[in-house]
């Protein structure tokens, strides 16, 4: 599909670096927690998305370089708190790329030979459900022909991971994007609605095979 039939089709717009970085430090106080969670709803090929990941990386390397099990931790729940959607396939696949190559790029300086290849699998695995085709405005997944379905991980002991799955609908229904970021513990305030699927807590490192 040609730039101009994406841009007629599609409204497709990339947005310049130099915006990306002014529309981010709107949100700096969020972007300094490892585990603040963000939704892109038109992620593109993941230029904002990036920029967060890459902040969130940046504050990883700084506190737990020292300790690869906290690295590793933490880089999970880094990469597990971020969310896109986008209408292109094309453009979720190069998303999902962009956030995969910027985590192991810093992984792999950090331990190289001495990384663990079950977190690869597990980072693919988190950004197979989290970033997803799907048409924001319409709230289907694209691909399954189905309501769109996120899920939050919360790392509740240790490294085991609770994995709760919400309606994209459900969730805004009950919090607008501009009240806060997606899952976001904003007080009483802030109603959680029921979860359409509940998993039991499982080791971080081991979630791209639970099924239950």
């Not at 939050?152 to 994007?177: C, H, T």
């Amino acid at each position: 599909m040609s730039e101009k039939k994406r841009i007629e089709d599609f409204g497709e717009v990339l947005t310049p670096n130099a915006q990306v970085k002014e529309m981010l430090d709107l949100v700096e106080i969020e972007n300094n927690r490892i585990d603040s969670k963000f939704l892109e709803p038109a992620c593109g090929t993941g230029n904002f998305l990036g920029k967060i990941l890459e902040k969130k990386i940046k504050i990883i390397n700084n506190k737990y370089r020292s300790n690869q099990l906290d690295y590793e931790r933490y880089l999970f729940s880094a990469v597990s708190s971020i969310y896109g959607i986008d209408i292109l396939r094309d453009n979720v696949t190069s998303c999902k790329n962009v956030l995969f190559e910027k985590t192991i790029e810093n992984y792999n300086k950090l331990f190289g030979k001495l990384g663990n290849p079950k977190l690869l699998n597990t980072i693919k695995f988190v950004l197979d459900l989290n970033i997803i085709w799907g048409d924001a405005l319409k709230l289907i997944n694209m691909e399954k022909k189905t309501p769109i379905v996120f899920s939050n991980w919360s790392i509740i002991s240790g490294s085991l991971v609770k994995r709760m799955e919400y309606k994209f609908l459900d969730l805004i229904a009950y919090q607008p994007f501009k009240e806060g970021t997606l899952f976001s513990d904003l007080g009483d305030k802030v109603i959680i609605p029921d979860p359409v699927k509940d998993y039991k807590p499982i080791h971080y490192l081991n979630i791209a095979n639970d099924t239950k």
